[in-house]
C-alpha cells in the first residue's frame, strides 16, 4: 500500500486491473486501517477516472453475494448520496410509489454515511428487516413489489471499510459505486449522482452494458429530480434537460424537499408521505422521479408515468406495498 499511495498522491492514476486488486486486498484485509483512510482520502482530492470507477466496480461484484432474479424484470432506483443537500428520502419513496404503479423494484440500499438518513437507515426505523435469503426477496417481489437489498448482507468484503467510511462521515468514491453494484444486477436502473462528471462516467460505463438506463443530475446538485431547477438526464439513445413544467408542475424551494434532522423525524415524514399527509412538494417531487422509472420501464411519456405515480401515492397502493413488506419481514 505504502507505493500505492505514493504514486497516487504524486498523481498518478491506476490501471482498472490495479484499481480491481487493490479492492480485493481490502477486502481481504491485506491493509489496516489507517491505510484504507488514507487511499480513500486521496480520492476525496482528485477525481476517480473511468478505470479506477470501472476496476472498483469489477471488485465489488466479483465479491458480492450474488442473488438470482433474474426470472423478474426489475428496475432499481437509487442515488450515490454524498449531495450535501439533507433532502428526505426521495428515491426510497419513489421505490414504493413505482412498486404501487405495479413495477417490480429491487431496491438496493445502505446506513447513511455523509447524510443523517440513509435508504436502510428509514427502512429499518420502520420495521423492514433485510435478509440475503433469495426465496424471502422472490417472495417480496411477488407479494409486496419490491424487496430491500441492505448493502452490508450482500458485500461483506467491505467490512473492513465500514467502519473508516462512518468515522469519516465524508462521501467517498463508494458513494459513486453503491448504485452500481446491485447484486441482484437488475436489467433496468434510475441513477441518482451528485456531480455532472460523474454522470458522464456512468455513462460510458453503462454504454458497454446491457442495462436499461436513466442517469439523473439536478444541476443545482442534487443526485435526483429535484424539481428546485433543471436536471440532465442521460439515457442510452438521449441526453436532456429536464425541467418542472415537463411534468406539469411548478418548480419547487429547496427547503420544500428538506429531510429530518433524526432518523426517527425522517421515518415519519416518510410515512406522511406514504398515507398522504406530506405537502404538495413533497409529493410532487417524489411521484416525479417514480415518474422516471415507471417511463422508463412501460415505455410511456414523462406526463404519463408521472399520472400512473400518482395514482400509486394517492390510492395508497404505494402504502400497501410498504405494509405488505413490513408484514412479510416480521419474525425474520
Do not use: W
Not at 44 to 62: H, K, P, Q, Y
Amino acid at each position: 500500500m505504502k507505493e500505492l499511495l505514493n504514486r497516487l498522491i504524486h498523481h498518478e492514476q491506476l490501471a482498472k486491473e490495479e484499481a480491481r486488486d487493490v479492492l480485493v486486498a481490502i477486502s481481504e484485509g491485506k491493509f489496516n486501517q489507517s491505510q484504507i483512510a488514507a487511499f480513500l482520502t486521496v480520492y476525496m482530492m482528485r477525481s476517480v477516472t473511468l478505470d479506477e470507477l470501472i476496476g472498483f466496480r469489477e471488485a465489488l461484484l466479483d465479491l458480492c453475494i450474488e442473488i438470482a432474479l433474474d426470472e423478474y424484470n426489475t428496475i432499481d432506483l437509487c442515488g450515490t448520496g454524498g449531495d450535501g443537500k439533507n433532502t428526505f428520502n426521495i428515491s426510497t419513496l419513489a421505490s414504493f410509489v413505482t412498486a404501487g404503479a405495479g413495477v417490480l423494484v429491487t431496491k438496493h440500499g445502505n446506513y447513511g454515511v455523509s447524510s443523517i438518513s440513509g435508504s436502510s437507515n428509514v427502512m429499518e426505523a420502520l420495521g423492514v428487516t433485510f435478509s440475503n435469503d433469495e426465496g424471502h426477496l422472490k417472495r417480496c417481489l411477488e407479494q409486496a413489489g419490491i424487496c430491500i437489498l441492505h448493502a452490508p448482507l450482500f458485500h461483506p468484503a467491505m467490512k473492513h471499510v465500514a467502519p473508516i467510511r462512518r468515522e469519516l462521515a465524508v462521501k467517498t468514491f463508494f458513494n459513486m459505486l453503491g448504485p452500481m453494484v446491485n447484486p441482484a444486477r437488475p436489467k433496468n436502473q434510475l441513477v441518482g449522482v451528485y456531480d455532472l462528471e460523474l454522470a458522464r462516467l456512468y455513462g460510458y460505463i453503462y454504454q458497454k452494458s446491457n442495462t436499461n438506463y436513466t442517469i439523473v443530475h439536478a444541476m443545482d446538485g442534487y443526485d435526483e429530480i429535484s424539481l428546485t431547477g433543471p436536471a440532465k438526464v442521460i439515457t442510452r439513445n438521449t441526453e436532456t434537460i429536464l425541467h418542472a413544467s415537463d411534468f406539469n408542475v411548478t418548480t419547487l424551494a429547496a427547503h420544500e424537499i428538506y429531510g429530518g434532522s433524526s432518523v426517527k423525524e425522517s421515518a415519519q415524514l416518510f410515512m406522511d408521505i406514504l398515507e398522504g399527509k406530506g405537502t404538495v412538494a413533497q409529493h410532487t417531487v417524489v411521484c416525479a422521479n417514480a415518474a422516471l422509472a415507471i417511463a422508463e420501464m412501460e415505455q410511456c411519456s414523462l406526463t404519463e408515468g408521472f399520472e400512473k405515480a400518482t395514482y400509486a401515492l394517492d390510492s395508497g397502493k404505494a402504502l400497501q406495498c410498504l405494509q405488505q413488506l413490513q408484514h412479510l419481514t416480521k419474525g425474520l
